[in-house]
């Protein structure tokens, strides 16, 4: 629409008085004196209209609008209206919610649901921390930052179902601090200045999250820590009587739920006494998606020795060249497997000879020690044929306690006067059913 210019009327002071203008018509003065540029407004019901400023005032006006120089902060109640404003704009999805904080100016948007990076099948936002005092132990739950949890600062752990039969996920917040206390003189199965881990795992008890803790490892057995599993768990009862391993201990006992793992402290050189939480864990782990559960393999080594060796050395331990291996285990913590297989013959004046399995400087996976006798993994028998070879297989869980390269081999000894031949018979003829061997090692380290 185009706009049209309009001339204002124009009368003197006493016509303005005289005169009874339209309700609204603007009346400009022209006396010459000090009522000159007055704009007056008609009443339009008695004569004379009301006078709103003079000329003058309205240019100041004019100009003062027209140079204004005024910032949001100076006009109040600013800020309060646009954030109502936009609280009023957004509209909450499916899933999602939007909770506005009046008096803060905050706006929160969640997410709930089976949307969203929370009801993934891993642990969001959750980091574990752990403390010592009075030679207890405290185990908690913090922020992936190492925050205390909130209502705005949560985690969240997902459960399978308690129902062997049902694959759902099932997603638990945990909106405050939460923790786990291992009584003083509780050993979990610990032995004085051996090296250990307790893994932390929270069961879902119908949706209240516990916090429960099992040491895996008891000796050379492992229990089978699954990440999603359903288990029972034992109180452990403030008296410092938690002294099993393999057994769940939470602050209240559990009957058949089901569990998450989220991570694990470990003592890379153990407690000085078992029970006595005087040192705080040398490493704190909490669980992703692709880490590996006790029972787990981590790294192998192998050695496979395919040349012959012989050898007349009597009376001493003596290496059998070619067949040794070497391990860096990734946690002193951990359980080594220990396979061998040698192939060979003694010789055939009734000599016998035995064969050892050493990690570095000790002998392992033998018998149990009697005098002079030698703690062995087998020995060739004594025959008189040249061509009688044989085998000797052994398995041995070691720990080493150690996350210092080490290394296995296997050792002979000789009756005086006598050969081994390994990788072949003593006689050694050279005609096709004659057999090349081959003997190995391999080194499998477990997750405990």
């Known amino acids: 629409m185009a706009w049209r210019r309009r001339n204002l009327a124009r009368?003197?002071?006493?016509?303005?008085?005289?005169?009874?203008?339209?309700?609204?018509?603007?009346?400009?003065?022209?006396?010459?004196?000090?009522?000159?540029?007055?704009?007056?407004?008609?009443?339009?019901?008695?004569?004379?209209?009301?006078p709103l400023a003079f000329k003058a005032e309205v240019d100041a006006v004019?100009?003062?609008?027209?140079?204004?120089?005024?910032v949001p902060g100076d006009i109040t109640g600013l800020d309060e209206y646009l954030q109502d404003l936009v609280a009023a704009m957004l509209e909450a999805g499916s899933n999602v919610t939007l909770t506005y904080n009046d008096a803060t100016g905050k706006l929160e948007i969640a997410a709930a649901g089976s949307a969203g990076a929370s009801r993934i099948g891993a642990l969001v936002n959750l980091g574990l921390s752990a403390s010592v005092g009075s030679n207890a132990l405290t185990i908690s739950l913090v922020s992936a930052d190492g925050s205390a949890l909130s209502g705005i600062n949560k985690a969240t752990i997902p459960f399978r179902s308690a129902t062997a039969a049902s694959g759902v996920l099932t997603h638990v917040d945990v909106t405050a601090p939460l923790s786990l206390t291992i009584s003083a003189g509780s050993t979990l199965g610990f032995a004085n200045g051996v090296p250990g881990k307790l893994w932390v795992v929270a069961f879902n008890d119908g949706g209240t999250v516990r916090l429960a803790a099992i040491n895996c490892r008891s000796g050379q057995a492992i229990f089978p820590l699954g990440a999603f599993g359903v288990a029972s768990s034992t109180a452990e009862g403030g008296a410092g009587a938690a002294d099993s391993a393999h057994v769940f201990y939470s602050a209240a006992a559990v009957a058949a739920k089901s569990f998450a793992v989220l991570g694990y402290l470990e003592w890379p050189t153990g407690l000085a006494t078992a029970g006595q939480w005087s040192a705080a864990p040398g490493r704190v782990h909490t669980q992703q998606l692709a880490d590996p559960l006790p029972g787990h393999i981590v790294q192998t080594q192998h050695v496979l020795k395919t040349d012959t060796f012989t050898s007349s050395t009597a009376g001493v331990l003596t290496d059998v060249t070619g067949l040794s291996v070497s391990i860096t285990p990734t946690s002193a913590a951990n359980l080594i497997k220990v396979s061998t297989h040698v192939v060979g013959q003694g010789d055939t004046t009734a000599n016998l000879s035995t064969l050892v399995l050493r990690r570095d400087s000790a002998n392992i996976g033998g018998g149990a020690a009697a005098g002079a006798r030698t703690p062995a993994i087998g020995a060739f028998p004594r025959v008189a044929d040249g061509r009688s070879i044989s085998s000797v297989v052994s398995t041995v869980w070691d720990a080493p306690g150690t996350t210092a390269a080490t290394t296995y081999k296997v050792q002979f000894v000789l009756q005086t006067g006598g050969t081994i031949a390994i990788n072949r018979t003593w006689s050694n003829p050279d005609v096709i059913e004659e057999p090349r061997t081959s003997s190995g090692i391999t080194l499998e380290e477990y997750v405990s």
């Open 11 to 50: 009368a003197t002071s006493a016509q303005i008085a005289a005169t009874a203008y339209a309700l609204g018509e603007p009346i400009v003065n022209k006396d010459a004196g000090a009522e000159k540029g007055r704009l007056s407004i008609g009443d339009g019901v008695t004569a004379g209209g009301k």
């Open 62 to 70: 004019s100009d003062a609008f027209t140079g204004h120089d005024h």
